[in-house]
């Protein structure tokens, strides 16, 4: 009986430990999600897709580089993304980083 009592404490420090395993292990995401940095999930096809999702930026870092098509869009300078040229200078920031509006836009504006 006393070693029945003695296994039965052992499954119990076992659950215990497994329980603080998991909550240690952090955020478990579905497998067609991506994890966030700051703990919340989204969909996987959301990574790198130059919008940040995450609200950390998280989805956006560590992408592979994209090449912009010089003729028809344009690179933006700190994030990886690239937008159409006809939306440069039209007074939304749609990099993010502003880059697409520079303050030298002045007379170069151009509509089509
Ligand atoms: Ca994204
Ligand atoms: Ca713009």
Known sequence: ?????????EILLCLLAALGYFQTKGLQCAL???????QTCIPENWWCDGDNDCDDHSDELNCPEKTCDPVTKFQCKTVDRCIPR??????????GDNSDEPPDCGMEVTFN
């Open 86 to 95: 006809r939306w440069v200078c039209e007074y939304d920031n749609d990099c």
């Open 32 to 38: 067609d999600q991506f994890a966030c940095g700051n």
């Open 1 to 9: 009986m006393a070693r029945f009592r003695g296994s039965l404490i």
